[in-house]
């Protein structure tokens, strides 16, 4: 079970940082992502981090969000920084045991999703 924390109502420019807690499984056996689903539109890749550690990002994403690993706490994170209003959605962890390099940005290919977390970033 993955458990997505940390969203909220923030202005543009601002920071956030979301966490995926897992349970029942261990993040570092498994390829950690995160997606996002604004309204009307279809759940796109924002990141991912493998098992690895190699990490993924969406064009959109590059340079301002940071997705990192704490194997202690078995919880991933998104840094996420110079918010924009087009940020604006409900971000899903997910996670993958078995996902292949060219199949890290679809969302089919992951198995295991949290409930999401609401970010709404005002201009």
């Known amino acids: 079970q993955l458990q997505a924390s940390g969203g909220g109502l923030v202005q543009a420019g601002d920071s956030l940082r979301l966490s995926c807690t897992a349970s029942?499984?261990?993040?570092?056996?498994?390829?950690m992502a995160w997606f996002r689903q604004a309204p009307g539109k279809e759940r796109e890749f924002v990141s991912c981090i493998t098992r690895s550690r190699s990490t993924y990002y969406t064009d959109s994403a590059k340079g301002r969000f940071t997705i990192s690993r704490d194997n202690a706490k078995n919880t991933v994170y998104l840094q996420m920084n110079g918010l924009k209003p087009e940020d604006t959605a409900v971000y899903y962890c997910?996670?993958?045991?078995?996902?292949?390099?060219?199949?890290?940005?679809?969302?089919?290919?992951?198995?295991?999703w949290g409930q999401g977390t609401q970010v709404t970033v005002s201009s």
């Open positions: 029942g499984r261990t993040v570092s056996n498994h390829a």
């Open positions: 997910a996670a993958s045991a078995r996902v292949i390099l060219s199949s890290l940005r679809l969302k089919d290919a992951y198995d295991n």
